[in-house]
């Protein structure tokens, strides 16, 4: 798979672009600060994609005689500059929760009487599909891609304290620790970003939006960029629909990039339940020489309804692969905090080696491949000029893992370079309070084991929604690798 670079548009991404500079943003408290200062230096237009928006929630943190809320907030800039367009779209089913708060419809309504803020609902999309983009799209020239949303219970900082009195919902309850990240980029990738953008809203709205006329900067003070002068790629997935073509890019890239892996690969996800990623690794653990992967995943997925479809098939597909990692380069983890409480995980990030990059809103499971609207971002060092990136990459990894940890980057590559291993370097650096703790396959019930098995709750794309049980089994074409693991003799 190296003879061949990983950015191949039309098949794992969409466009490669130049970004003038590009970050990750880790955790949604420097998401927030860094958002907000983008879009006061917007002149013309903000589009905004997501899961979920909450007018209610603390956004950054406003200057004095600034609004502190989102709603407000979104609200006092269109009045601020008279020239400004603000448009969100938000995932139609998601929303209806806002019709059960008054001071979320309120807001909405106040959004709605504006004549330059409007507000559409994404219902295009398969049934039990979702809207699942988080993009914000500034005058063309900035541009946010990533996993963090804009509403209730993503704020948090990197120390993921115990109890953090700002952590709290609007109503003031006390919520719990939340680990996230975005990507922030200018340039012609910022370009494409905003065109994807224009093409959701048209897709959706059935209106054509005019292209920002200005040419200025919008990347906000006090954030140093990571990487400079930089090819992205732009991948996508997009449902098949009667009326659209489906797109399979993400899925893809991934498999591409498990592929391409040589040492490492280091991921962060929500999930961990897609028969073809997990198919990919149980390869690359069958050969001899294959990389190390490690996962970091929350203790359980969130919700009511997730545990049972995500956590129940994470569980098979570990198992699974623990019978085939027959030379002990496969580990799951999860982030705890100083007095052990579980950080969840809601990070979408992919790091192979120290040459490939991915940041996004997609996860490891069926519906992020070819059920949900996702964009992710990819920085790959065989791109372009992108070949001085590597260190930048490299540190980027050590810094997430120093982070759950409780260390700092220099211990993690230090460590690193002694050992050559990375889970060798995870157990060594693991320790009581802030860490990771191993992930172990709990005992399901025969429910639980069909419901996995047969994927009805995380179907791998509409086609798939009303098949007979059974039919795409969890551990479909799993057969060839299990013979080829089989002991001879």
Partial sequence: MRDRQLLQPGKTCWRVEDADRFSVIIDAAD???????????????????????????????????????????ILWLA????????????????????????????????????????????????????????????DDQLAFCGGIDMTVGRWDTRAHRDHDPRRKSPDGAALKPWHDATSMFDGKAARAIGDLARDRWKTVT????PLPASRHTCWPEGFTPAFEAVRLGIARTIPKMEDTAPCHEIEGAYLSLIARAQRFIYAESQYFASRKVAHAIAKRLTEKDGPEIVVINPLSAEGWLEPVAMDTARARLVEALQRLDTHG??????????????????????????????????????????????CDVLLCTDEGDNASSGPKIAALRNDLLAEHLGVTPAQVADLLEQTGSLI??????????????????????????????????????????????????????WAALRRKCRPRG
């Fill in 424 to 477: 060798e370097t995870i157990e060594r650096l693991r320790s009581p309070g802030r860490t990771l703790t191993p992930y172990h396959v709990p005992a399901l019930s025969g429910i639980e084991e069909w419901l996995a098995d047969n994927e009805i709750l995380d179907p791998h794309g509409p086609d798939e929604i009303f098949e007979m049980p059974g039919r795409n089994s969890l551990f479909k074409g």
């Fill in 31 to 73: 998401y927030f600060v860094a958002a907000r200062r983008a879009m006061l230096e917007a002149r013309h237009s903000i589009l905004l994609l997501g899961w979920d928006f909450d007018p209610r929630i603390k956004f950054g943190e406003p200057e004095k005689g600034e609004p502190a809320t989102l709603g407000a907030f």
């Fill in 206 to 209: 059935g209106d054509c939006l």
């Fill in 329 to 374: 380069r496969f580990r799951l983890y999860h982030p705890v905090t100083e007095g052990g409480a579980p950080i969840y995980v809601h990070a979408k990030v992919t790091v192979v080696d120290s040459d490939i990059l991915r940041v996004g809103s997609s996860n490891f499971n069926n519906r992020s491949l070819r059920l949900d609207t996702e």
């Fill in 79 to 138: 009045e601020r500059t008279p020239t400004l367009q603000i448009r969100l779209l938000r995932w139609d089913t998601g929303a209806l929760k806002s019709l059960l708060c008054w001071r979320s419809l309120r807001t909405l309504a106040r959004w709605a009487m504006h004549p330059r803020i409007t507000l559409r609902l994404d219902g295009k999309h398969p049934f039990s599909g979702s809207q699942h983009h988080k993009i914000v799209a500034i």
